[in-house]
Structures are given as structure tokens and as C-alpha cells.
């Protein structure tokens, strides 16, 4: 029977050092961390994301500014406010929360934010810095995998590593990271076949397609290990990854369990990155 990676207390773990962390800024150098979030529209899951976001700031002490901007606001109107947000001493962090309104470029606005304040790590600096292994900021998601394999005491180099997924948020910058800590990385997608076959020589699988249990239990090796990435809601309206857990759970070493894994890991991680960033203003 495999152990289950339970990220929410991972993530608290990792707040409670963060706190500390923040407490020290605060008192050593009157520097208090703070993160400007970003907001278009009224997409009611994105309204959830800044709300958790926001609630997790203030738990470990970083300062959060929100700015809720209506659906109508131009590109021009928007990069104005993060060319301000860039320029703004107590901001170290600036999220902008997608998916933005379709009149607007998100490609324009992540370029738009300066890269010592893109603590989501997606400006086109920063995933260049990571693809040759100095990274600036570590995209959260990714981080958030990575950290939850080193906490729980899984080595990562000589592993076959299996990523599933292609995309820029988590299945590019995630190999790149298994690259970095010497794992032999293999990509896999849409467009990739015999995948069952693919995944089962996998001593560790990354699941970031989007496709609710796609990955069978049978497709695993043996002892693997499984970062599910995925959050898909099923009919019935309860939440399940990308990998069928109940099949997966007696094969493999140990799994993340969805929800409960990988998600409470990407907040912690945008926490993390802000505290970095306010770290590196002191210098």
C-alpha cells in the first residue's frame, strides 16, 4: 500500500518557517513582504484563488494589495497599473490572476511585470533563466512538486521521470526542475503514443494533463512514485485528478492525493517567492 503525500501539512509546515522568516525581516531590516494581486473581472473561480490568496498572505505577515479591476478595463489601463505596481517600494511581489479577459494579451501583461517582481514566475526572463538552471523565481506549481518529493524524502537523481503535460505553467518548467536535479526526463502529451507504456518504465510520474483519471492504476510501475497534478471535477461534483488514486494507491510508493496535494503547495510557494523577493530588496 502506497503513503500518501499530504501537502496541506507540508504547506504548513513550510508557513510556519515562512512566518519566521517574515518576523525576521521585519524586525532586522523594517522590511515587511508584500504582494500585489491582480484581479480582471468577475470570473468566480479566480474571485476563490485571490481570496485564498490573499487569506494566506496575512497568515504568515506579507502585506497584500488588491486590485479588483472591472471586466471592460483595457490592456493599456492594465499595464499602467503594473508599471506602477514595478516602480512601488513595498510591493516585492505582483500576481495578475488568470485567465485575463479575452481583449487582453496575457503574453503583453506577464512581459509587463518586471521580472524581480514576477514571484508567479512566468515572465519569459525568468522561465529562460530556468531552462539554463540559474532560476530568478521558481514557478509556484512546479516548486510546490518539487518540494513535496524532497520533504518527503524521495530522490529524484538517476529516477526515469515521466511528465505528462506540455504546458508553460507546470509541465515544461517541472521537467526542466527533475532536469536540474538529475533525473532523466522524459515528455509526454496529447500526441505522444503508447503513453501506457511510456508511464509504466516511470520511477516518477507528473501528472499535468487535465484529464480527469485518465492515468490507470495498471499504467504504473511498481513502486513509483505519483505528483498528481490535476483538478478536474467529476459528475457528480467532487474533485479527482489526473490519476485514478483508489487504482494507483496499492501499486505505488506514494502518491499525492487531489485535493489536498499539490494544491495547498502553489500558494505556499507564491508566499515563498515574495518572501525572497522582499529578501533580495534589502541588498
Known amino acids: 500500500m502506497g503513503h500518501c503525500i499530504d501537502g496541506k501539512e507540508i504547506a504548513r509546515q513550510l508557513r510556519a518557517e515562512l512566518r519566521t522568516e ?11 513582504p508584500g504582494l500585489a494581486v491582480i484581479l480582471v473581472g468577475q470570473n468566480p473561480a479566480s474571485q476563490v484563488y485571490v481570496r485564498m490568496k490573499k487569506q494566506a498572505c496575512a497568515d504568515v505577515g506579507i502585506v497584500s494589495f488588491s486590485h ?3 471586466q471592460e478595463t483595457s490592456e493599456e489601463a492594465l499595464l499602467s497599473l503594473i508599471y506602477t505596481l514595478n516602480n512601488h517600494p513595498d510591493v516585492h511581489g505582483i500576481l ?46 512546479p516548486w510546490g512538486c518539487m518540494e513535496l ?55 516518477i510520474v507528473v501528472a499535468a494533463i487535465g484529464r480527469a483519471e485518465m492515468i490507470r492504476g495498471d499504467w504504473l510501475k511498481p513502486g513509483a512514485v505519483v ?17 485514478a488514486y483508489d ?8 502518491i499525492t ?20 523577493g522582499a529578501g533580495r530588496s534589502i541588498a
Open 227 to 243: 505528483i498528481d497534478v490535476g483538478m478536474n471535477r467529476r459528475a457528480d461534483g467532487s474533485l479527482c485528478g489526473d490519476v
Open 68 to 70: 479588483e479591476l472591472p
Open 257 to 276: 492525493p487531489v485535493p489536498g496535494g499539490v494544491g495547498p503547495m502553489t500558494i505556499t510557494m507564491l508566499l515563498k517567492n515574495t518572501v525572497i
Open 96 to 141: 495578475v490572476q488568470m485567465p485575463l479577459p479575452e481583449h487582453i494579451n496575457s503574453l503583453r501583461v506577464l512581459e509587463g511585470i518586471a521580472p524581480e517582481k514576477d514571484v508567479d514566475g512566468f515572465h519569459p526572463n525568468n522561465m529562460g533563466l530556468l531552462a539554463i538552471g540559474a532560476p530568478h523565481f521558481k514557478p509556484c506549481t
Open 149 to 203: 518529493l524532497r520533504i518527503s524524502g524521495i530522490s529524484v537523481a538517476g529516477k526515469q521521470a515521466v511528465v505528462v503535460g506540455r504546458s508553460n505553467i507546470v509541465g515544461k518548467p517541472v521537467g526542466l526542475m527533475l532536469l536540474a536535479e538529475h533525473a532523466t526526463v522524459t515528455f509526454c502529451h496529447s500526441q505522444t503514443p503508447q503513453l501506457p507504456e511510456v508511464i509504466a518504465r516511470a520511477d
Open 22 to 32: 517574515v518576523q525576521g525581516l521585519v524586525a532586522e531590516h523594517g522590511v515587511t
Open 247 to 254: 487504482e494507483a494507491l496499492p501499486r505505488v510508493a506514494a
